[in-house]
C-alpha cells in the first residue's frame, strides 16, 4: 500500500475529520492529511482499530456508529476538512435485498454525510475556508446489477456534494467527489476471495476477467492514489473545483 506523498500541501492549524479511518482508504487519508499537519479525528465504529490509527498518526480516535444520528450529532463541528469515507456494501439481487439492509447502508453512506456537512459548514463559514471531500465510487456515476443499496446511496452522495458545493461558492468552502473504482483495501481483498471461491477460479482471473472486465486498465487502484487526489483537492490549486465528481477508474466510465 503506497503512501508516497506527491502532492505539497500544508494544513498546519486544520483539523481535518476522516470517516471510517481505521482501515483500507480512510487509514491512509488520515495517515496523509497528518502527515500535511493537520489535527486528524479518526472517526470509526471500530473503537480498538480508531485508537490504533490515531496513536500511530499523533490524531484523536473516536468511536462512532454513523447509522445512530446522536453519535453522529456529537462529533466535533469545529472542523476544516471533512472526508466523508466510510461505507458498506452488500450484495442481493432487488427481491432479495433486505429492506433494513439497504436502510442502514443509506444512514451510513447518505444521512451521516449530511449530518456532518450541516455541523462543520458553519465553522468553515467562518473561518472562511473549508474543503469537503466526498468517497464516492465509480458507482455514483453508474450501475451495476445487485447493489441497489450501494449504487443509491453514491449516487446520492453526488448530489448532496453538488449542493454542498453550490451553497458553500463564494464563501471559500468547496465539495468535491472522488470516484474511485475497485481500490486494493481490505473489503475488496475479501470480495475477491469470495468471489474465487465462489466461482472456483484463481484470485488473479477473478480480478481481470470479473472486476475489471469494464476497466480499459487492468489494474486495481492503489489506496495512495485516491489519497493523493483528496490531498490536492485541499491545496490553493484546487480552489475553483468544486461540484465536480472526479474519476479514478482506469477507464472504466469511459465506456
Known sequence: MSTTSVVDLDLSGRTAMVTGAASGIGRVCAQRLAAA???VLVVDVDEAAARDTAEALGGRAVAADLADPDAVEA?????????NNAGLQFV???????PERFTYLQR?????PFRLARRVLPHMYERGWGRIVNISSVHGLIASPYKSAYVTAKHALEGLSKTIALEGAGRGVTSNCVNPAFVRTPLVDKQIADQ???HGIPEAEVIEKIMLERTA???????GDVVELVAYLCTPAADLITG?????????TAH
Open 37 to 39: 499537519g493537520a489535527d
Open 75 to 83: 462529533l466535533d463541528a469545529a472542523v476544516d476538512v471533512l472526508v
Open 92 to 98: 442481493a439481487p432487488l427481491p432479495e435485498f433486505p
Open 108 to 112: 451510513v453512506m447518505v444521512e451521516a
Open 196 to 198: 474465487a471461491a465462489a
Open 217 to 223: 486498465i487492468k489494474k486495481l487502484i492503489d489506496p
Open 244 to 252: 465536480a465528481s472526479i474519476a479514478l477508474d482506469g477507464g472504466w
